[in-house]
């Protein structure tokens, strides 16, 4: 997707790993969110809390590394985004976490769900892994990686957005 050019200055602030995720992610991923989900398609953009800190040594809540979720007019959870900061995305234990929360969001969103699919996007600063969620079957994709201390891969969040294929 061809992105404007205030999106691709966000972008190349967002991807050094040295920025703060309030000054450059946080934008980036509002402008790219208010771009793909239209206001005027009557979409709406919500911040939600964490369900859970990656670390003990997090900063205070206000500061946290909030997931949006955008909802149709309905009120109809379509879509939501969970985001950390971009060094996190080498640890494999900061990853698990990353993907227990996503698994976690799922659940908590499911009981009112009214679609049959629930997407969300994992994103360690630029690089992004998208997760689906079948209403019907409770299958969460993708899976854990079972009998591996890496439950889930670094390639997983191979798409990087300000990459043609991202």
């Known amino acids: 997707m061809p992105w404007n050019d205030n999106v691709v200055t966000f972008m190349s602030s967002a991807a050094s790993d040295t920025q703060t995720i309030k000054e450059y992610i946080y934008p980036l991923y509002t402008r790219i969110l208010y771009i793909s989900f239209p206001v005027e398609d009557r979409f709406m953009l919500y911040p939600i809390c964490k369900l859970t800190y990656l670390t003990d040594t997090v900063t205070p809540p206000s500061d946290d ?11 109809k959870v379509v879509f939501f ?3 950390y900061v971009p060094t996190l995305l080498g640890d494999p234990h900061e990853r698990k976490q990353a993907d227990n929360e ?3 969001r799922f659940r908590q969103l499911s009981g009112s769900l009214q679609i049959p ?3 969300g996007m994992c994103a360690f600063g630029t690089h992004i892994c998208f997760y689906s969620y079948d ?3 409770r299958i ?3 899976s854990p990686v079972e009998n591996s201390d890496d439950t889930a891969p670094v390639d997983r969040w191979g798409l990087n957005i300000p990459e ?3």
Not at 65 to 75: A, G
């Open 140 to 142: 969460i994709i993708p």
């Open 117 to 119: 699919k629930l997407y």
């Open 135 to 137: 209403r019907d079957t």
């Open 65 to 75: 590394f909030n997931p949006f979720v955008i909802r149709t007019e309905l009120h």
């Open 164 to 166: 043609e294929d991202g």
């Open 81 to 83: 985004v969970e985001i």
């Open 102 to 104: 996503m698994r976690n």
